[in-house]
């Protein structure tokens, strides 16, 4: 897959921040959000960017257990 000067931007903007919505990368770069969505979808399936999910174990252990620290923490 070749790189466009607006993927390189798209991936810069996902690696500033995962969270950040197609509209706001459209406006960066002047394209609708359903382009940057087929952008992203093509990056996505040949490995440029990627998702990962992490488990936050000092907020859970909170959460579960208010009042007494857990066999795992």
Known sequence: MKLDEKDRIIISM????PHIVQEEIGF????????VAVRVRKLKENGAIETQTGVNY?????????NRTPDWA
């Open 28 to 35: 960066a770069i002047g394209l609708s959000q359903p382009s």
């Open 58 to 66: 000092q907020a859970l252990k909170d959460l579960a257990f208010p």
């Open 14 to 17: 996902y690696a500033d921040n």
